[in-house]
């Protein structure tokens, strides 16, 4: 069965430090890969996203992801976390290829920024 | 830039009584999905749906649970009779077009059951 892992529950780090958020996920093909963020109360805000070809994607608010097939990993790193990307972050899996299926999450990552 | 709509954004209800909670897709998308996500949990998916048909369900989604496509711009999700399980932030996506692998969230209705 599909599954995704997300084996930090919590994540704490200082502003201005780098972050690496984990993802793991267990499919038989190359899925579609996502990092959603969900502050408090709030609706889920895409991050990246990777369905094919570079495997280091880009995404909004200086969030980077590389995918990893070797290692079944599709971690989200920023460079310089700042105080706003306090929030829980998903990871989702959805099948690759033609045709939409459901999306898979992971249990989440919770980010505490320190000043 | 077209996005998922639901109303309410908020919804409290008693025990038992029956709640719709409605979603408007993106225009010329094909495929409707309802997911929910209890409070402090992950995101669960609840059901797909194309072409006016219930295309994959979750163990959630019981005899409580139906969807509904009345128009050609609403998607609906009723829960027959609510229970305080039911309780979540539901959230409504759909996908297609030029799009068709990506699935576009709407902001989420909160339901509280007391």
């Known amino acids: ?115 | 830039e077209p996005e998922v709509t639901q109303t309410p954004s908020h919804q409290v209800t008693q025990m038992g009584q029956e709640v719709i909670l409605r979603c408007v897709p993106i225009s010329n998308h094909l495929y409707f999905y309802w997911y929910r996500q209890i409070l402090g949990q992950k995101v669960e998916f609840l059901v797909s749906f194309y072409n006016n048909e219930i295309s994959e369900k979750s163990e959630i989604f019981d005899d409580q649970f139906s969807v509904e496509r009345p128009d050609g711009s609403n998607f609906t999700l009723k829960i027959r009779s609510t229970k305080l399980e039911d309780s979540a932030m539901y959230f409504c996506a759909s996908s297609g077009g030029r799009s068709y692998n990506e699935q576009f969230f709407g902001p989420g209705t909160r339901l509280t059951v007391l």
């Open chain 1, 1 to 115: 069965a599909q599954s995704v892992t997300q084996p930090d529950i919590h994540i704490t780090v200082s502003e201005g430090a780098s972050l690496e958020l984990r993802c793991n996920y267990s499919y038989g093909a190359t899925p579609y890969l996502f990092w959603y963020v969900q502050s408090p109360g709030q609706g889920l805000q895409l991050l990246l996203k990777y369905f094919s070809g570079d495997t280091l994607v880009q995404g909004i608010k200086g969030f980077e992801a590389e995918f990893k097939r070797s290692q079944s990993s599709f971690n989200l790193r920023k460079p310089s976390v700042h105080w706003s990307d306090a929030a829980e972050y998903f990871c989702a899996v959805a099948p690759g290829g033609s045709g939409t299926y459901k999306y898979i999450f992971g249990t989440g990552t919770r980010l505490k920024v320190l000043a």
